[in-house]
């Protein structure tokens, strides 16, 4: 099979590193891919937002599998276009791309069809929005009604705090002016936060073991948020009777409600979950595999990626074997630029990948880099995603940490307390 990975960041290197381990895969492309993929894939000269320049290439080459990494294509029809073409690709249609794209639209969906979630309130109007949080109680979750690359959630805990989030979503369009068209205000829910995944051909679906990732910048959970600072898998919080509880009510319920609704669905469902005194709850849903909780699942996976990625896309995964996970743990340290999120340079030279090659048991998936004369530079705000795996968490920890010694560049930083949730419950 020749295939096609679209998207350029750590969840892409992660996706094409294991589905260039599968005897069925002949060749990978990656659009645009990076200076890691760069070594298993031919990374191809388009944007994972030009679709019809990534339809002429699928066609061109045969390719016989797309994989679509980020949710800005879902959102703009890249599935439809290329269903409509007789090309297979694993992704929901833009319909059920709007379980992440809109959070108003997710949080309606939830309730009609009696999925758990906090209450909230859907604004367009900043004086309406700004009426209600004058009489409301806090602490209140603001967010971004569209995509916003998992930075448009502003916790706040008073009314100053509220009315500066909607002027910067609303007004400024502080995270695009698709995003700022509504925000919901959401009740604050707290508790432990976990990620679960379920790969979906839209009647069945095959669950991924969950993960906890660490969205804010700095450690003990501090600083603006972030697409995603580091994570680990399993956390030990979701027990095997509430993974049983997240599929009855949870992903059960998603895909009947699609089912019931029209929408075709064939991929990922990725439940944003939090454990909640009064049981598990939806703080958000997401249409693809999370950055950079695929880079510590899939190398979790003993068998083969492809046929389950191959299979929902067909709208088939009946006749699939259940995967195979290794025992143990898995953990991911991002390393990030000076400044991220908010602005920072690019093209600083990367020092010391040859090192990690060395050490086993780890990898190191590139994010935001590129090739400036035979170097590898900086060329985002999150630059690498150093993984390790062991049969305990502690050891796996341990690993990761060891790959950040090995590597340098200018202005980099990186969370310090990666799993330590975990690593205190132990």
Known sequence: MRVLVVGGGGREHALVWKLAQSSAVREIFCAPGNAG???????????????????????????????????????????????????????????????EGSKSWAKDFMVRHKIPTGDFKVFSSPNDALSYLQKASYPLVVKADGLAAGKGVIITRDFSEAALAVKRILEQKEFGSSAGEKIVVEEFLEGEEVSVFAVTDGTTYVVFPPAQDHKAAFEGDTGPNTGGMGAYSPPPALTPELEEEVNKKIFDAVISGFQAEGIDYRGVIYGGLILTSRGIKVLEFNARFGDPETQVILPRLKSDLFPILYGAAKGDLSSLAPPVWYPGAAVCVVMASEGYPGKYEKNKVIYGLEKTKEMENCFVFHAGTAFQNDRIVTSGGRVLNLTAWDFSLENAVKRAYDLTGKIE???????????????QRK
Do not use: H, W
């Open 37 to 99: 993929i760069a070594s298993l894939a031919r990374c191809i000269p388009i944007e994972a937002d030009e679709n019809e320049k990534l339809l002429d290439f699928a066609r061109s080459q045969d390719i016989q599998l797309t994989v679509v990494g980020p949710e800005a294509p879902l959102m703009a029809g890249l599935t439809d276009l290329f269903r409509e073409n007789g090309l297979c690709i694993f992704g929901p249609s833009q319909k059920g791309a709007l379980l």
């Open 409 to 423: 560049f200018e202005g980099m930083y990186y969370r310090k307390d990666i799993a330590y949730r975990a690593l």
